[in-house]
Structure formats: structure tokens, C-alpha cells
């Protein structure tokens, strides 16, 4: 900006005096940073979002079967060399990722039974104590869910199958909870997952 630009700008400062206060106006100079064009009705970027997403939808079945391999993977690892924040971690992030990325993929089923696994490993005081059995449900039906997607009839299935192991978690959270009443309020609070 050269001087006579600050001089022009210094210039242009509005200032409205009243008895109590001021009221100082100051220029955009971004104004002059901001380009203009015309809006082009043709271009429509949800449109455009949506047919990238399309193309790669072939691509989602893989990357749904890998989550769940990870999963089963870091379930597995648990299992052969027991418990250790690495494992923990692992079969956590791999829950997440299947539960943020279930519906994107074509794959809604899936979230309730993992977003419930994942509530299990957030709200439970000592994750060692946690049941493997309940740990391993959680695994089978997610995977099983994935499997079996495009089958008939599948859909009343896997919804009883996510309610029944979100029952199943939630009277274990609430029993191993009772003496942090700050988590039973989260534990019985709905869940986030979209019921479909």
C-alpha cells in the first residue's frame, strides 16, 4: 500500500459524535482483496460432491471389509497377547472409524452395533473387566452386518441385533457405573446413531 492509498484510506474514516460516545467507521480494505465473479447457475458443487462420491462408491464395499478386518485384527491381538493401551486403542479407533463411516459407505446397519462398542470402551471404569463376550458380540455382529448387507430381510435383523446389543451394554454400563452418577446420565442418554 503506498502513502497515498493510507492517506486515501485515512480519509474515508466516518466519525459520528454523540454526547456520551463515538462512533468510528472505518473502510473495508478487504473489499479490494475480494475478486467478484459471476455466479455460474450451472455449477452446483453438492452436485459435483455427489457424482465424486459416486465414483467412488465401488470402492466402498473394500474399504467397508478392511474396517471390519481391522477390527477383528485388533480383537484378535487382544485376545492372543492380552490387554495394552496399544490393543485398547487399536479396536477403539477401528470401531470409530467403522461407525463414522457405516452410512457414507452404504453400510448404516453397521453404526448402531459399532457406535455401541465404542460406548462401551468410553464409559466403562476399567476396560479389562469388560466381558469378552460382550467385546466379541459386538465384533461378530458388526462383522456379520457388513457381510451380509445385501441380503433380503437383512436390514430387521441387524436393527433387532443393534438394539439388543445396545440393551445388553447399557445394563452393563449402568452396572458397573453406579458410583459415577455423572456417567450414567451419558450412558442413558440416547444414542447419536441415526435409527433407520
Known amino acids: 500500500m503506498t502513502a497515498r492509498e493510507r492517506d486515501t484510506t485515512a480519509a474515508k474514516i466516518e466519525v459520528e459524535t454523540f454526547p456520551d460516545h463515538q462512533i468510528?467507521?472505518?473502510p473495508n480494505p478487504l473489499r479490494r482483496a475480494v475478486k467478484r465473479v459471476a455466479e455460474n447457475?450451472?455449477?452446483d458443487p453438492v452436485a459435483r460432491a455427489e457424482k465424486a462420491l459416486d465414483g467412488l462408491s465401488d470402492e466402498f464395499?473394500?474399504?467397508?471389509?478392511?474396517?471390519?478386518e481391522r477390527l477383528a485384527a485388533a480383537h484378535a491381538a487382544i485376545l492372543k497377547k492380552g490387554?495394552?493401551?496399544?490393543a485398547q486403542d487399536e479396536l477403539f479407533r477401528a470401531a470409530h472409524d467403522i461407525k463414522g463411516a457405516a452410512a457414507t459407505f452404504g453400510y448404516?446397519?453397521?453404526a448402531a452395533a459399532a457406535d455401541s462398542l465404542c460406548r462401551i470402551m468410553e464409559h466403562a471404569p476399567d476396560f479389562a473387566t469388560v466381558p469378552n463376550e460382550l467385546i466379541a458380540h459386538h465384533v461378530n455382529a458388526i462383522q456379520a452386518i457388513v457381510r451380509e448387507h445385501r441380503r433380503f430381510g437383512v436390514a430387521s435383523v441387524a436393527d433387532e441385533l443393534s438394539r439388543k446389543l445396545r440393551g445388553v451394554?447399557?445394563?452393563y454400563l449402568?452396572?458397573?457405573n453406579q458410583d459415577r452418577p455423572e456417567?450414567?446420565?451419558l450412558i442413558l442418554g440416547p444414542s447419536i446413531i441415526p435409527a433407520e
Not at 464395499?61 to 471390519?68: A, S, V
Not at 490387554?83 to 496399544?86: E, F, S, V, Y
Open 61 to 68: 464395499e473394500g474399504w467397508m471389509r478392511q474396517e471390519c
Open 41 to 43: 447457475p450451472a455449477d
Open 83 to 86: 490387554l495394552n493401551r496399544t
Open 183 to 185: 456417567h450414567l446420565e
Open 169 to 171: 451394554a447399557d445394563e
Open 24 to 26: 468510528i467507521r472505518q
Open 174 to 176: 449402568t452396572a458397573v
Open 108 to 110: 448404516p446397519m453397521a
